[in-house]
C-alpha cells in the first residue's frame, strides 16, 4: 500500500473519531441547555480539540524500522521419490492375492426394487408430463372438493392430550 493511501485512511479515520466525539459532546451539552448556538459552539470545539489531539500524535520513525537483511536464496531439490517409473507398474499376472486386493462393489445393484435411491435416479421411473399434469389436477380437484385444505392441528391437539394424559 502507498504510504499516500496509508496517511489517507490515517486522516479519514482521525476525522471520524473526532466528529464522533464532538457528536457525543453535542448530545450531553443538549441535556443541560435548549440553546443550539451553545450546542454547535460546544461540538465545534469538541471536533477541533480532538482532531488537533490526533493530528499531534505521529508515527515513531523507530516503531517502523527494519535492520537492512539479505533475502536468502530459495533452493528447489529434485523430489525423484514422488516420480513413477517402469518398476512400480503391477501387472495382472503379479498382483497380490484377492485377500489383500480392494474390490470395488456397485452396492445400488444389491437394492431391491422398494428402494427409494434407485428409483430417485431411474430414468424408466419418471413420470411424463402429462402424468404428472394428471396428478396436480387430481389433488387440486381433491382440494377444491373438500371445501379446504387437510389441517391436522386437531389430530396433533389430541395426540399430545393424550400424551399429556399418560405421563399422569
Known amino acids: 500500500m502507498d504510504t499516500r493511501v496509508a496517511e489517507r485512511i490515517e486522516g479519514i ?10 457528536a457525543a459532546v453535542a448530545y450531553a451539552i443538549s441535556h443541560f441547555t435548549t440553546s443550539a448556538v451553545t450546542v454547535g459552539a460546544g461540538a465545534t470545539a469538541a471536533l477541533f480539540v480532538a482532531f488537533q489531539f490526533l493530528r499531534s500524535i505521529g508515527q515513531n520513525e ?46 445400488l445393484t444389491e437394492l431391491g426394487n422398494e428402494s427409494r ?12 408430463p402429462g402424468q404428472l399434469r394428471a396428478r396436480i389436477d387430481r389433488h387440486l380437484t381433491h382440494a377444491h372438493a373438500q371445501g379446504r385444505t387437510a389441517d391436522a392441528s386437531e389430530a396433533l391437539h389430541d395426540a399430545l392430550a393424550d400424551l399429556r394424559r399418560s405421563l399422569k
Not at 479515520?13 to 464532538?22: D, I, K, N, T, Y
Not at 435411491?117 to 411424463?128: E, G, I, K, N, Q
Open 117 to 128: 435411491v434407485v428409483r430417485l435416479f431411474d430414468a424408466s421411473a419418471m413420470p411424463t
Open 13 to 22: 479515520a482521525s476525522v471520524g473519531a473526532a466528529a464522533m466525539l464532538a
Open 62 to 107: 523507530q516503531d517502523l524500522s527494519l535492520a537492512p537483511f539479505e533475502p536468502a536464496e530459495l533452493v528447489i531439490e529434485e523430489l525423484d521419490e514422488l516420480l513413477l517409473t517402469e518398476a512400480d507398474r503391477v501387472d495382472q499376472a503379479q498382483s497380490c492375492d484377492l485377500d489383500d486386493a480392494l474390490l470395488l462393489e456397485d452396492v
